[in-house]
């Protein structure tokens, strides 16, 4: 595991929305920000801001953040209970949404969402893709199940504990090799 970047070449970076979303809304909880019509605002300032470090540290010349898209996919017409014992979004969280998407397009950050495909399916398309082109990738999410999608140019970075998982820090965090996982 390594702290920073070492390539001199400037990666693709996937980031994962939804994940962010998520660890941004529940850091802020305490905190509770808010407009001055009372709208929630917390999740919204830390994602930007996780965004924005991300940013100035990597310089990519690439970089796409990927959100689920609302509705079912397509593991829930493979089984029905799919996700079922989840708790419902709460309900602070759900009118940051769209305002955070736009705020990211806004900035000119690529957004993608593909329809009945789960975000965490669309960073792993992308990576292999972009692996097999020999591009450097870092996948910024703090998923573990997205370790199993570290190889020679792929890795995952935990901007919440400021760390980088290689193919050695798989091995090491979880005693086995990515394809393993």
Same mark, same amino acid.
């Given at each position: 595991?390594?702290?920073?970047?070492?390539?001199?070449?400037?990666?693709?970076?996937?980031?994962?929305?939804?994940?962010?979303?998520?660890? !941004?809304?529940?850091?802020?909880?305490? !905190?509770?920000?808010?407009?001055?019509?009372?709208?929630?605002?917390?999740?919204?300032?830390?994602?930007?801001?996780?965004?924005?470090?991300?940013?100035?540290?990597?310089?990519?010349?690439?970089?796409?953040?990927?959100?689920?898209?609302?509705?079912?996919?397509?593991?829930?017409?493979?089984?029905?209970?799919?996700?079922?014992?989840?708790?419902?979004?709460?309900?602070?969280?759900?009118?940051?949404?769209?305002?955070?998407?736009?705020?990211?397009?806004?900035?000119?950050?690529?957004?993608?969402?593909?329809?009945?495909?789960?975000?965490?399916?669309?960073?792993?398309?992308?990576?292999?893709?972009?692996?097999?082109?020999?591009?450097?990738?870092?996948?910024?999410?703090?998923?573990?199940?997205?370790?199993?999608?570290?190889?020679?140019?792929?890795?995952?970075?935990?901007?919440?504990?400021?760390?980088?998982?290689?193919?050695?820090?798989?091995?090491?965090?979880?005693?086995?090799?990515?394809?393993?996982?």
């Amino acid at each position: 595991m390594s702290k920073k970047k070492t390539s001199k070449n400037k990666p693709l970076v996937l980031v994962d929305g939804s994940s962010y979303l998520f660890r !941004a809304f529940h850091a802020t909880q305490r !905190a509770d920000l808010r407009t001055s019509a009372g709208e929630p605002t917390g999740a919204i300032m830390v994602v930007l801001n996780m965004l924005y470090k991300l940013l100035d540290e990597y310089s990519p010349e690439h970089i796409a953040v990927v959100f689920d898209a609302p509705g079912k996919t397509f593991r829930n017409d493979l089984y029905d209970d799919y996700k079922a014992n989840r708790p419902p979004m709460p309900d602070d969280l759900r009118p940051q949404i769209e305002p955070l998407l736009e705020a990211i397009e806004a900035n000119g950050i690529p957004l993608v969402r593909v329809a009945d495909v789960e975000a965490y399916d669309v960073i792993g398309t992308l990576a292999r893709e972009a692996s097999k082109r020999g591009l450097e990738t870092v996948i910024s999410t703090s998923d573990k199940d997205m370790a199993q999608l570290v190889a020679d140019n792929v890795t995952l970075l935990d901007t919440m504990s400021d760390t980088r998982l290689d193919t050695d820090g798989v091995k090491a965090k979880f005693g086995v090799a990515p394809e393993q996982i």
